[in-house]
């Protein structure tokens, strides 16, 4: 007896078809292959034909592992991959002994599912490879509650064939990764994953054109809650989350032309030019602050490094091998959602996270780490945001983002209760707990109280959250103790060689940096110091991001890039620094002398100049302007010489390719940017890691507002205990003076360790 399933019987698929794509599902027995592979042929079968095949239904006995891997290989495997029908004989389990004989026909979509289904010997016939994982006592338990008793007895010789079997696979070899505890929502976070393969591009359109398909849901609610409390809040269990934090944004004022009566450094991390007053300059940057986890549906965690992109969405894992920007380009860049009229901020959900500057591989650089380099931060880590919080200094009020679609509603007894509802209540509840009515006054006082003696909203009492004082006070938390990886004389002898190099015409300016990093005392709390460090060192493009065993705290006066949803591209290079007095005529004197420093100016204008170049690749000719030329800025701890360039991106062309062209940014490298990082590699000496990339978001409408991750702490935790580290440098030419320059590396790094109670090692 022949049993069939398809379509015409013995033949093979019809001329002109194309070959069926592939899916092999594989993992050890119990960890929920069988229905995973049914869910996602369901899920599959709403827009394609799909055929799903069970290894277990030709493994020859209980001992018969690798000899049923054979078969599969040879009599399904094969034909199927030539669009041939596959014949084969299942085997007779009541009998012990071959059964009948059997017809799987190919469809758009073969699925093979069992252990052994991406074999060695199978794996390159197949178009994608997921592997399921699971616990050994999770396995056992759920194998033998599916097949009964009759499995107990062979459980412990079957699971030695599969460890012969599949020890030696690498879960590097699979292009899906379904590792844990199982729930209902995992097929459709594989079918998501899915999606963004190369191999099935062109085959799941309609799968990705659902997901085009959102909507932006836009949420103000009157309030002006403490910010510090509310990202705790909604925020602190995330094993993953963002906060784009525009720290100043009440006490940072721009000194450049035109802004002796604007207001202070508005606009922040989304900003949009408006009517209101906070950004019709282009020094403006503090205007909105942005939260974010990976939670929820269309929730996602993606990090680079080793060549290899992983996308992580609940217990599923996609791997793209490739080049990071490649991969960014598929995932970004098209304006996917459009914003209400009256929300002005430039995030519409997306991507946030940060760029490291060893990306700088892809974009003319060299690989100063090496691939995949053991115990440092991935070279890129992203969440994407189905829902987050953006708060609106200008107007004193918080916006809710989230997504509509077909989501899914988290009680199926009732499908008014949305997945986006259940988070949209809990956050209004956390701010209406953490607001308390009360407006932030415009301005803080020197000590951080409000005039009426209570603390302001958007900072944390002293003492009320987990016992965090105010910046100065003592800690519980050791302050940490740095040492420099260049001593003073080290680093000077770096600077006459780039000196040297300037002479002889392979630069006309080299940004050498260095980096402090220490042994903190065990369980360091990397939200506490984030919090000391934005009290005691406001910027405009602060930020805080957790991703598991890293968090980086940030600082940052510097964009590096902004790309607005109708494509206009601003950068932002700092260039000239000089630390802040506590006396106002020496303050003001030291603001002066960065003002009319021919030195100061000629840095920053040649990072202009180079600037210019990296926007011009992507623009429309003649859109290419300098807004504003060596303005200075003050800041809590510095005062920064700034400019600002700006240009409409070309169009037709690539928002990715234009980020690419453009990083990393040219105030860390110097000029020309290419033979430049070459020197700079060999000076340094060693990787800079976060340091000196990018840390901002990729948003659905195209925009993109990037900062340079400069004033910035990364704490590590790796098996040898936490690591925390601080890159500073400074930019070296013909004229530089080495102890001038060694005072500036201090300057710079002043803020960030007073804010945590420290000081720069001798």
Not at 135 to 158: L, M, N, Q, S, V
Not at 343 to 365: D, H, I, N, P, Q
Not at 658 to 671: D, E, I, L, R
Request: with cysteine; glycine share 10%; proline share 6%.
């Amino acid at each position: 007896m022949i049993s069939t399933a398809g379509s015409q019987h013995g033949q093979p698929m019809r001329s002109g078809s194309p070959l069926p794509v592939i899916i092999g599902i594989d993992g050890r027995s119990g960890a929920g292959k069988t229905t995973l592979a049914l869910e996602l042929a369901a899920l599959l079968r709403e827009h394609h034909k799909v055929t799903v095949f069970h290894l277990e239904d030709i493994y020859p006995g209980w001992n018969g592992l690798a000899a049923g891997v054979e078969r599969y290989v040879s009599t399904v495997l094969t034909p199927l991959r030539n669009g041939l029908p596959a014949q084969w004989i299942s085997w007779d389990w009541d009998n012990h002994y071959d059964g009948a004989l059997h017809v799987t026909e190919p469809a758009e979509i073969v699925i093979m599912e069992g252990v052994g289904a991406a074999h060695s010997s199978a794996a390159p016939l197949l178009d994608v490879v997921i592997r399921v994982e699971a616990p050994a006592d999770h396995r056992k338990a759920r194998a033998i509650a599916r097949d009964g008793e009759t499995f107990a007895p062979f459980w412990d010789a079957w699971s030695v064939q599969e460890d012969e079997l599949l020890g030696t696979i690498e879960d590097e070899a699979a292009d899906l990764l379904v590792q844990g505890r199982t729930d209902d929502s995992t097929p459709g976070q594989v079918l998501l994953a899915l999606t963004s393969l190369p191999p099935l591009d062109a085959l799941l359109a309609p799968e990705r054109a659902r997901r085009r398909g959102l909507a932006l849901q836009v949420h103000r609610v009157e309030a002006y809650p403490d910010q510090e409390r509310l990202f705790g809040s909604l925020y602190g269990g995330s094993a993953h989350s963002v906060w784009l934090d525009s720290s100043n944004a009440t006490a940072v004022r721009a000194t450049g032309p035109g802004d002796a009566d604007g207001p202070d450094n508005a606009g922040g991390p989304g900003d949009t030019d408006d009517a209101d007053g906070w950004s019709d300059d282009p020094g403006t940057r503090s205007r909105f602050s942005i939260m974010a986890d990976d939670g929820g549906a269309y929730g996602q965690y993606a990090r680079h490094g080793g060549g290899v992109t992983r996308i992580s969405s609940g217990a599923v894992t996609a791997r793209t091998p490739g080049p990071f920007f490649r991969w960014l380009d598929t995932v970004w860049g098209r304006r996917a959602v459009r914003a209400p009229d009256d929300y002005v901020c430039g995030f519409t959900l997306g991507w946030l996270g940060y760029l490291g500057y060893e990306l700088k591989r892809e974009t003319g650089g060299a690989d100063a780490a090496g691939p995949g380099t053991a115990g440092r931060p991935d070279d890129a880590a992203l969440i994407f945001a189905g829902r987050a919080v953006v708060i609106d200094h200008a107007q004193r009020c918080v916006y809710l983002l989230t997504l509509a679609g077909e989501s899914d509603a988290v009680d199926p007894a009732d499908q008014a209760t949305s997945e986006a509802d259940v988070w949209l209540a809990a956050a209004r509840a956390a701010i209406a707990v953490h607001s308390g009515g009360r407006q932030a006054p415009d301005r803080l006082p020197a000590d951080g109280q409000d005039p009426d003696g209570q603390t302001p909203q958007g900072q944390a009492a002293p003492g009320q959250v987990d016992d965090q004082p105010a910046p100065g006070q003592a800690v519980d938390q050791p302050a940490p103790v740095f040492t420099c990886r260049d001593t003073e004389i080290q680093y000077k002898a770096k600077i006459a060689r780039a000196q040297a190099e300037i002479a002889d015409g392979n630069s006309y300016e080299i940004c050498l940096t260095t980096a402090l990093t220490a042994r903190p005392a065990a369980g360091m709390d990397p939200w506490r110091t984030y919090r000391q460090l934005r009290r005691g060192n406001p910027a405009p493009f602060a930020s805080y991001l957790h991703f598991d065993n890293v968090s980086i705290a940030g600082t940052s006066p510097e964009r590096f890039l902004r790309i607005t949803a109708d494509g206009t591209m601003r950068a932002e290079p700092i260039k000239g620094t000089r630390r802040r007095d506590a006396d106002p005529a020496r303050d003001a004197a030291l603001k002066a002398a960065l003002e009319n420093s021919a030195k100061d100016r000629a840095e920053n204008i040649m990072i202009v100049d180079l600037l210019r170049n990296d926007l011009a690749h992507f623009a429309v000719p003649d859109s290419l302007a300098v807004r504003r030329l060596c303005a200075v800025e003050s800041y809590a701890t510095v005062h920064q010489m700034v400019s600002t360039i700006e240009a409409q991106l070309r169009p037709g062309a690539t928002r990715t390719e234009a980020v690419a062209a453009a990083f990393p940014a040219g105030s860390m490298t110097g000029a020309p940017k290419i033979s430049t990082m070459a020197i700079l590699d060999e000076l340094e000496g060693a990787p800079r890691g976060v340091y000196s990339g990018a840390v901002g978001y990729f948003s659905l409408n195209g925009a993109a507002d990037l900062a340079v991750t400069i004033r910035t702490l990364v704490l590590e935790t790796t098996d040898d205990g936490d690591r925390l580290s601080l890159g500073v440098g400074g930019a070296i030419t013909a004229d530089s003076a080495p102890h001038e320059e060694w005072l500036e590396v201090q300057a710079k790094a002043y803020g960030v360790l007073k804010a945590i109670g420290t000081v720069f090692p001798n």
